[in-house]
């Protein structure tokens, strides 16, 4: 099979397409004929720093961590998929290739009105929110929302889903381009971080539950704009992974402050929003309220391109590879 291989720590231009073993299903997997692949940060994040993640095929790392595509072969021991069933699923390595092995229980049949291609943009957005706004965080119907970076994919889709759910919503964004995107999607309260202070727009607001992938000072002035009781979730550090905070902010206002990393959560974890997010989400979809939001579809083999414009962050909504 054709796979997008990190030779070595760098830029884009270290993504190179090479020919590697077809992987085999182990007892409890489903192999997967990948109609296409989602681009993620956390794919560059790696890319960057292969001493870090290690190198697993023939000293080389192949990433990519959701796709969706057709199963063409199940494992021993599974029971709850067939061969034939078209799927998304979230995997931890290897989504950029043509085939790729995955725990049963981490995919998911593709939601009515989703093509097979752009259900591809679904699995780490979904999971990721689920996992870090509503069971860390306990958002609540009613309850305000702040998602920092409102047209990444991560906010694209997160922003629909706690809509859709019962909460109001609030995002900041760079561009007045991306500012209107999120206004004419109708999602919630949007803020130019580059024109105005969020914590000054929103200081009286008192925000439940914040989302951030920013970090830095970022930190502080998001506890101080939570409301009581408020939770603030980190899920990168983009500007800084180091911190100062005032402890007495989180005392005085009985602040929750957590933060998770997806990837290396147990395959236990992740069966278990599997199903939450099955029964709770995939509803959405069909009854259209919330959608993915594709910015472009590169071929298999342009990876470095797509990687290139992920770092730009120009781009709105999700980049995938297709195999096409």
């Known amino acids: 099979m054709k796979a997008i ?3 070595k720590s760098g830029g884009p231009e270290v993504l190179q397409i090479k020919e590697s073993p ?37 000293g080389t790392i192949i990433p990519g961590l959701e796709v969706s595509g057709e199963i063409i072969e199940i494992g021993e021991d599974v029971s709850d998929k067939k061969i034939g069933d078209k799927v998304c699923a979230l995997i931890t390595r290897g989504g950029y290739a ?7 229980s981490h995919c998911l049949t593709i939601p009515e009105g ?18 870090n706004v509503f069971q860390l965080g306990k958002l609540q119907p009613g309850e305000k929302l702040l998602i920092h970076g409102g047209t990444s994919g991560i906010g694209t889709m997160g922003l629909q889903m706690a809509k859709a759910m019962g909460s109001k919503i609030y995002t900041t964004a760079g561009t007045d381009k991306k500012v209107d995107f999120l206004n004419n999607m109708d999602l919630g309260s949007v803020i130019n971080y ?13 925000i439940d539950v914040i989302l951030d992938m920013v970090g830095g000072d970022y930190t502080q002035k998001n506890l101080e704009i939570l409301n009581t009781k408020g939770r603030l979730i980190n899920i990168n550090g983009m500007k800084s992974n180091e911190v100062n905070i005032n402890l007495r902010t989180i005392m005085a206002k009985n602040l929750i402050l957590t933060g998770s990393f997806l990837k290396p959560q147990s395959a236990q974890v992740k069966t278990q929003i599997a199903k939450e997010v099955e ?20 071929p298999l083999e342009d990876a470095s391109e797509a990687h290139k414009l992920m770092e730009s962050s120009e781009h709105i909504g999700k980049i995938l590879l297709t195999m096409d």
Do not use: M
């Not at 580059?194 to 008192?206: H, T, Y």
């Open 194 to 206: 580059k024109k105005e202070a969020f914590e000054d727009v929103l200081k009286d607001e008192k």
């Open 114 to 131: 989703i093509s097979l291609t752009d259900a591809a943009a679904l699995p780490e957005t979904v999971f990721t929110v689920w996992f």
């Open 98 to 104: 043509e085939y790729v092995a995955v725990e049963s």
């Open 279 to 298: 029964k709770n989400i995939w509803p959405l979809f069909h009854s259209e309220k919330i959608r993915p939001i594709i910015y472009k579809k590169f």
């Open 5 to 7: 291989h990190i030779t």
């Open 22 to 58: 077809r992987p085999k299903p182990q007892k409890s997997e489903v192999l997967i004929k990948v109609k296409a692949a989602g681009v993620n940060r956390s794919d560059v994040i790696t890319r960057k720093n292969t001493s870090t993640y290690g190198k697993e095929i023939n």
